[in-house]
């Protein structure tokens, strides 16, 4: 079996880090951004268990292969136990344990369209793009903002990687969104444009690509010592 899931990433106009936990634990957070038609990609081919064929002296294929185009990156495991955080595609192996797929048996194949640390919250995407294709072949169906805490908790309490939860709201809910961060609760409304404004918004936006990268959790981690 095949399964493909997508997810966007988003730009902001506003508020950015009003959405992390060191704002929104003392006041409000305000944040006003969009996804855009800019996908990271996660596709999975799997053979259920009841379909496999066993042969005499032979045992189900419980391995794991993963593939990260974005890092050219090959990771196989025998179990998911043997998934070790090393620093090497971690946000997959974090997707996989955190959405208890046992079973192995499959490959697992990511990319994303963004460059890697092109501040358009690309992890964000494809954890909620991770969850989606992964929650299918488990048969869990989770609505948007379920995939959205689950996509921050993975990144920020699995690995302990510092950030705001703005990203992962903005793909697993698409459009443009008003966003309001209190503590833990997070509350989101629609902005609907008209026509008009649309595409005059889309005309006098220009997104380029600078040729640089940066890791958001460094800078999360940087602000957050300057601000304590």
Known sequence: MLIRSRAPVRIDFAGGWTDVALFTEKAKGIVVNAAID??????????PVENQIVKPNRVLDRSIRIYSADFDTFVEATDIRKLEYDG???LIKAAIRKMSIETGGFDLITQSIAPPGSGLGTSASMGVALIGV???MKGVSLLPYEHAELASNIEQNELGILGGKQDHYASAIGGINFMEF??????????????????ELEKNLILCYTGQSR?????????????N
């Open 38 to 47: 800019i996908y990271s990609y996660s596709t999975i081919s799997y053979k």
């Open 88 to 90: 090497n595609i971690d």
């Open 134 to 136: 992964l929650g299918t």
């Open 182 to 199: 209190n503590g833990e609760e997070v509350k989101t409304s629609p902005i609907h444009l008209s026509h008009q404004i649309r595409y």
């Open 215 to 227: 890791l958001s959790g460094d800078i999360h981690q940087k602000v957050t010592s300057a601000y």
